[in-house]
């Protein structure tokens, strides 16, 4: 462990914060979220220690996510994220003012770009360089991006798909839709709302998701038991769920997210085309482990898919490449001093 770490990849999701370390891997992976108390307007708790409290707080206390769909919802909250996740990844002993680089979303506005950047400088950072997640992605998943061939990257993550054709270092073609992890999550909790009239909560639709959940319908299915509170009575009581029902349950987040992708295709040079044929689509994000997505993008666009190594880290290991290779992607990065 240096002692002085100079650099630091924040990997700013919906759902999860990770922050990177060149040379080091991930130091934090914690959930996007922030707990406040109301009267004073005071930050409680970040990550962890906040999502325990999701679902279960007092009234004085809510506890939330300043990211919705990938972009800064509440700048203040993500400035006091920013500022408890870089302190915590230096430890206390570090003096130095780090340089920061953030992931943005592909469809962001330059508004929103600024204020990564501002909410960074605010933090803590001595320099903030915001680049847009698909870059990352496909550099964190080993894609050779400079290259004058054309590579087609869906990242799937809480709040955002990102789909994006890049070549020569740039984006080409990108679509970004408001659907991934948390809209699955939810279709799950309202179909078991619908077929079993229980309530659950986030996460254990999430649960459901992670466990049992596909994204296409297979022979042998796993089953899930659900326990939640009954809409009629009230009273606590537990069901089986299985993955096919899960599948139709999700059957429609799905079509978006496949949408999303055909659109992308369908604005691709025909040169770019002809690689990503080659090439196949690399799918990074935590969302691209649902079972079996693969075969569904296979199905809907008839170009093969992989899904990347450790998909979950791809961004966040882009941030740190793109670090220690500041000069080679200038081209891809918004900065700040």
């Given at each position: 462990?240096?002692?002085?770490?100079?650099k630091?990849?924040?990997?700013?999701?919906?759902?999860?914060?990770?922050?990177?370390?060149?040379?080091?891997?991930?130091?934090?992976?914690?959930?996007?979220?922030?707990a406040?108390?109301?009267?004073?307007?005071?930050?409680?708790?970040?990550?962890?220690?906040?999502?325990?409290?999701?679902?279960?707080?007092?009234?004085?206390?809510?506890?939330?996510?300043?990211?919705?769909?990938?972009?800064?919802?509440?700048?203040?909250?993500?400035?006091?994220?920013l500022?408890?996740?870089?302190?915590?990844?230096?430890?206390?002993?570090?003096?130095?003012?780090?340089?920061?680089?953030?992931?943005v979303?592909?469809?962001?506005?330059?508004?929103?770009?600024?204020?990564?950047?501002?909410?960074?400088?605010?933090?803590?950072?001595?320099?903030?360089?915001?680049?847009?997640?698909?870059?990352?992605?496909?550099?964190?998943?080993?894609?050779?991006?400079?290259?004058?061939?054309?590579?087609?990257?869906?990242?799937?993550?809480?709040?955002?798909?990102d789909?994006?054709?890049?070549?020569?270092?740039?984006?080409?073609?990108?679509?970004?839709?408001?659907?991934?992890?948390?809209k699955?999550?939810?279709?799950?909790?309202?179909?078991?709302?619908?077929?079993?009239?229980?309530?659950?909560?986030?996460?254990?639709?999430?649960?459901?998701?992670?466990?049992?959940?596909?994204?296409?319908?297979?022979?042998?299915?796993?089953?899930?038991?659900?326990?939640?509170?009954?809409?009629?009575?009230?009273?606590?009581?537990?069901?089986?769920?299985?993955?096919?029902?899960?599948?139709?349950?999700?059957?429609?987040?799905?079509?978006?997210?496949?949408?999303?992708?055909?659109?992308?295709?369908?604005?691709?040079?025909?040169?770019?085309?002809?690689?990503?044929?080659?090439?196949?689509?690399?799918?990074?994000?935590?969302?691209?482990?649902?079972?079996?997505?693969?075969?569904?993008?296979?199905?809907?666009?008839?170009?093969?898919?992989?899904?990347?190594?450790?998909?979950?880290?791809?961004?966040?290991?882009?941030?740190?490449?793109?670090?220690?290779?500041?000069d080679?992607?200038?081209?891809?990065?918004?900065?700040?001093?």
């Amino acid at each position: 462990m240096s002692l002085f770490i100079k650099k630091l990849g924040i990997d700013l999701g919906t759902a999860n914060t990770l922050v990177f370390v060149p040379g080091e891997g991930v130091l934090l992976n914690e959930p996007s979220v922030v707990a406040v108390s109301m009267p004073e307007n005071k930050v409680l708790a970040v990550g962890d220690e906040a999502k325990v409290m999701i679902g279960k707080t007092p009234d004085t206390i809510t506890a939330y996510r300043p990211m919705k769909d990938g972009v800064i919802a509440d700048y203040r909250v993500t400035e006091a994220m920013l500022r408890y996740f870089i302190s915590k990844a230096l430890g206390k002993w570090n003096i130095f003012k780090p340089e920061v680089m953030v992931s943005v979303p592909a469809g962001v506005t330059s508004t929103e770009r600024r204020a990564v950047v501002e909410a960074g400088i605010k933090a803590g950072a001595k320099s903030a360089y915001v680049v847009k997640e698909p870059i990352l992605a496909a550099i964190g998943a080993g894609i050779p991006i400079h290259e004058p061939t054309g590579h087609m990257i869906v990242d799937i993550g809480g709040g955002t798909t990102d789909v994006a054709v890049i070549s020569l270092g740039g984006i080409v073609a990108s679509t970004s839709v408001k659907v991934a992890g948390n809209k699955i999550d939810a279709a799950i909790a309202d179909y078991v709302k619908k077929n079993f009239n229980l309530a659950i909560g986030d996460r254990t639709a999430e649960n459901i998701k992670i466990q049992i959940g596909s994204a296409v319908t297979i022979e042998d299915e796993i089953t899930y038991k659900i326990k939640g509170r009954d809409f009629l009575t009230g009273l606590p009581r537990s069901a089986e769920v299985s993955t096919n029902e899960v599948v139709k349950a999700i059957d429609v987040e799905l079509k978006e997210m496949m949408k999303a992708i055909k659109a992308v295709l369908q604005d691709t040079p025909p040169e770019l085309a002809s690689d990503i044929i080659d090439n196949g689509i690399i799918m990074t994000g935590g969302s691209s482990l649902l079972r079996n997505i693969d075969e569904l993008v296979f199905r809907s666009t008839g170009v093969k898919a992989v899904v990347a190594e450790d998909s979950l880290l791809c961004v966040a290991k882009g941030t740190g490449i793109a670090l220690n290779h500041l000069d080679v992607y200038k081209k891809s990065i918004i900065a700040k001093r």
